[in-house]
């Protein structure tokens, strides 16, 4: 199997001879409704994607300018820009929005727009459950950012530590809006991984079997059951926490036999957890590009594979890293440390996958390709400061210290961030039918890795003589004033790269030249539908026959040879294929619903529900939620089965 | 080199009878329904975990001196109820895919009154259990309303797809042609049910225990 | 890295280089792979599309397990290390967390005071940690790694510092809106002086000697002083802020804020809110006079 030469000028032949016999049909089907209705109702997993990264990038960009303001006041010694209350919301807002508000929904934005694509079918397994993720998202974290204005952000640091976050230290609002705001944000994101794991499962197109499953996809729905095994813990302490504040249970308040080690046991049962879960699905489109840009398949898919799904078990038995300094017992210490050192060996495989694959491959050198490197190179900086906090006197010696900052924006900006920007460059021609400049997007990596490097690395510095973290100023003449300085240049480099690449990306969508199906000689299914894909995806569902489907020759093929069986073009109302877990047989075909404003309007009365609950207007609560049942209740009620043609098991 | 070709009637208008009759394998609902239940496993998982945290963390008596051990009689009928209330659960399930819908109507409504009866219990025994402990007078009464309470959330949440079933058996919305969501609904009940063992477990009967 | 005084940080220095010289190689090897491949595999001769495995096995599993084995070994030897002292203790050192600001009691000489830790160069000290409100985390990047403060949950462990000096420590768990201004200092001293230190805190404190000190020491006890700070032989007997009983001969105010000067002191007196936004400490409306005297008689207070 070799790289198939790059097909140029435009449509991928095999489905233009699909197209040319049942497009225009499929066209009329899979009509969208323009204009604001058509926003509100759409449940199309392409539009919905877009609109994840967009307002995910929405938040990035705000909790980015919280990050230059703490910059600026850190910039000199003893500077009073900004007051201690501001800086404490400042500081809390950007991990939480950071953390919970751009980077988990920008995967699920590339997983939204791709997972169904890459798996080759026509949407989601849940659309209308998609949709209600989207708009809870959105409504959650403008419920989260809107508190800032007010001065009523979070103020209690990201993991929001009691008893100081209990109502007696911190009396307002602030932490109620943490604790509802990652509520309500919980429900979305449950609710969209659900969605991942089952349209992964049921949905992959004929002959994907698990061995042919694309890396990425691995990822997302790895990350997915992570979710699902994770945020419940989170969501048990946000509601103790809750309750404790306003209605006076004693969960968290050690004078009425509560405990305080219980919440951080609590939040870092998820805590670690969801640092994988970010850095996942960013791996995963690691995993895609380079082989795309190594002109060969990704070495040693299997152990990658194995790496992936080792990687989110074990990351459920280290959370006592982070409490070192607690005075847990010598044997507990151990072991976690033990642990700690453990998932490092999946991360190892993997990167070395990628070199290995490298340099038995033809390095082609695109954008997409240079943020790719790039995340190997920040990521094993980032990755092995990781390894040294499992020496457990260092750790305690560097643990809330800018050490340990440094330590995680290197794994998160360099182990999400760049592979995020590396996955907008890739598939920026799929999604929009543009091309970036490639120039701009050189101009853009240089800027936006320098600045990182600029901003991050001197707070390793900073750590070690002693700088403690969420200081909102220090004194001089510890040593702390010159990596301060150059972390704050930095950072402003860092915005001028991502000011930069924002108008990469404009003139792309204004004037780039129209982009081809498949411009980089890619090997996954996405790349086979149309650049933008048109509303059904696929005219002709293919059968895959390998991990590299557009490399075989064979998938391609199976788009024309099928595309006068109706079981794969699916022509009559909006249809979709379900196969079996394992193996793909086809089980069914699939009635997917219509377009519907029933999400928008559960999301809506969720928010009321939220709004109430944090002003403390109850009984307005209790109406809100029940109309929310009510209208879910609708929901299950008119189901595509009964009032449309043909059901589909929706719950 | 393929060539073009025009749409042909063939594969414009037939209708979706091409895939196999019976559908085979479980459905995206089921797999939706049993993730959920992963979820909320969790929930309560942490939550029991909590429970015993904090009570071997206070050390001591529990519960604490203040407080008097929890009463048995209503909450042991309201959970054997409930556990009971599985067989009849059982038997709606396979009524659905025969058409028979007198007995699925009557299995579903009978599961469903011994569901408001699980609810009546606890609530009578919340009554009987203040004000010698209260959700806000300690750790051990916070653990022990919050956690029977939301497990009473969610049972409420499972009678209300139980009505849902209720009304579409009446109006025939489900039977032969549709008894997925019977079986759907059945996975969330059984989950009930063993929480409600597990936590009648720990929250009355563990502190019997010391 | 700072420079290390104490057994403790020593071990943690000493950790760091081999930690970092590890670190450093295995980020170079990784990096050189990764930029090689970009510079040197533009235009291979040929794509080897299969193969691969048995690198990744060696190079990324094999090779880092042994690794992350003998870091394992490092961290084992540093808990038990750690663990306990050299030699027995002879002080104890209570250390209670305040917002924001720290609490410091010998218990067996009976000394109150804040801020400031006297220890014996050379000595193993046993520091036991509680707070009074929320988490805190002891930290004196030089002698030191952390140890948190924790409601309900003493805290032991211990410490000893190599060479006479002054140390800085602060807090390191976010603890509230004045978290960047709670640092201390850690005071070793040969024993004898340390000794002579403590027997002077042991007194109470100084009888007023000039007019001034004693209308300070009137204000002090008649105004809001009283109710929050404790002067040990006076009728002060609050427990909400600091004991002032030997203030006078403290390095810095307001746990390490600012330096001890009668300017500053005065001026945390009349507004400390200007000074530290957010303290405990509320403005103080004296008259010029009062305040100049309840200065005078605690810079006094030796
Ligand atoms: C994307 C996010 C992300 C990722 C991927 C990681 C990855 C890792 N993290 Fe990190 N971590 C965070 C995000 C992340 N972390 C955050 C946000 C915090 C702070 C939270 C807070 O306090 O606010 C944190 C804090 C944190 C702590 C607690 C510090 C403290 O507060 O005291 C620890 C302690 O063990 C730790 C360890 C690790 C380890 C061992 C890895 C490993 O997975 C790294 C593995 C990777 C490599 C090692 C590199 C590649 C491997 C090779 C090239 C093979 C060869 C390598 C060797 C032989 C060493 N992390
Ligand atoms: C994914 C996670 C993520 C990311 C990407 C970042 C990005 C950045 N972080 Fe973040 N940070 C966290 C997660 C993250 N951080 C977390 C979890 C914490 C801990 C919080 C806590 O302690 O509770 C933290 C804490 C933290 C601190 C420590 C605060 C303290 O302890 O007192 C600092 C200090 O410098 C900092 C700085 C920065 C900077 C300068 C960036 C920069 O990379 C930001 C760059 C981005 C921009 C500057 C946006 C600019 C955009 C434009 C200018 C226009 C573009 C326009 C469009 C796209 C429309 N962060
Ligand atoms: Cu005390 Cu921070
Ligand atoms: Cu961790």
Known sequence: MTAATTVTGGVIPERRVAESAVGEILDEVWEEEPGLIGWITTVNHK???????????????????????????????????????????????????????????????????????????????????????????????????????????????????????GVKYLPGLNLDVYTLGLLFLAVSTTVGSINFIVTALKMRAPGMTLNRVPIYVWTVVTQSFMLIFALPSLDLANAMLFLDRRFGTNFFDIKHGGDAILWQHLFWIFGHPDVYIIVLPAMGIISTVIPTFSRRPITAYPLVVLATVATGIISFGVWVHHMFAVGLSQVSESFFAAATLTISIPAGVQMFAWLVTMWKGRVVITTAMLYAVSFIVAFVIGGVTGVMFAVVPFDQQVTDSYFVVAHFHYVLFGGAVLPMLAGLFYWWPKMTGRMTSHKGGIVSFILVFTGFNVTFFPMHFAGMLGMPRRVYTYPSGLGWDIPNLISTIGAFILAAGFLWTFFVFAQSLLSGPRAPDDPWGANTLEWVTGSPPKPYNFPVIPTVHSLNPLWDGKSLASMEEHRHDYNRTMTSTHLALRTSELDTRVEKIMPMPEETPVPFATAVLLTA??????????????????????????????????????????? | MTTLDTRTEQAIRRPPRAAPERPVGHTTGWWGMVLFICTESMTFAAFLASYFYLRFDHGGPWPPAADKPPHL?????????????????????????????????????????????FVAFQCVDYTQEMPSSTPTKDAYGSLMFMLTGLHVVHVLLGLGMLVVLVASTLLGRIGPKRPEPVAIVSLYWYFLAVLAVCIYGTVYLTPYLS | MVAPDGPKSRFVTNAWWILTGVAAFVCIVVIALAVGAMLFRRRPKRVDTEGGQRQVVVFGLLIPAVVLAATFALSVTGIAVNANPPSPDRVTVDVIGHQWWWGVKYPDAGVVTANEIHVPTGEPVRLRLTTGDVIHSFWVPQIMP???????????????????????????????????????????????????????????????????????????????????????????????????????????????????????MAGWVANSQAIKPGNKMPPQSLSPDDLRAVVTYLQSLE
């Open chain 1, 47 to 165: 539009r919905i994607g877009r609109r994840y990264l967009v307002t995910a990038g929405f938040f990035f960009m705000l909790a980015g300018i919280n990050a230059l303001v703490m910059r600026t006041q850190l910039g000199t010694p003893n500077n009073t820009l900004v007051s201690p209350e501001l800086y404490d919301q400042l500081f809390s807002l950007h991990g939480v929005a950071m953390i919970f508000f751009f980077a988990t929904p920008f995967n699920a934005g590339f997983g939204n727009f791709f997972l169904p694509l890459m798996i080759g079918t026509r949407d989601m397994a849940f659309p209308r459950m998609n949709a209600v993720s989207y708009f809870l998202f959105l409504f959650s974290g403008l419920f989260m950012f809107s508190s800032l204005p007010f001065g009523l952000a979070p103020d209690g640091g990201w993991f929001a530590y009691v008893p100081l976050t």
């Open chain 1, 609 to 651: 529900f939220f709004i109430s609950m944090l002003v403390g207007a109850y009984h307005a609560a209790e109406v809100s939620f029940g109309l929310c049942l009510a209208v879910v209740a609708f929901w299950l009620w008119r189901r595509p089965g009964i009032d449309e043609p043909e059901e589909a098991e929706e719950l």
């Open chain 2, 73 to 117: 009689l209503f909450p042991s009928v309201g959970t054997f109820v409930l556990v009971l209330s599985c067989v009849t659960m059982a038997l709606a399930v396979r009524a659905a895919p025969k058409g028979r819908r007198a007995a699925l109507g009557l299995t579903l409504l009978v599961t469903l009154l011994a569901g408001c009866v």
């Open chain 3, 146 to 264: 952390k140890m948190d403060l924790i409601p309900n949950r003493p805290n032991t462990t211990w410490f000893s510092v190599d060479r006479s000096g002054v140390y800085r420590g602060q807090c390191a768990e976010y603890c509230g809106l004045e978290h960047a201004h709670m640092a201390f200092e850690v005071i070793a001293q040969p024993r004898a002086e340390f000794e002579k230190w403590l027997h002077r805190e042991q007194q109470t404190a100084a009888t007023p000697s000039t007019a001034e000190q004693q209308r300070g020491l009137s204000v002090f006890e008649s105004s809001s002083c009283a109710t929050c700070h404790t002067i040990r032989g006076t009728t002060a007997h609050g427990h909400v802020g600091p004991d002032l009983t030997h203030v006078g001969s403290r390095d810095k105010l307001a746990a390490g804020t600012i330096p001890n000067t009668f300017g500053n």
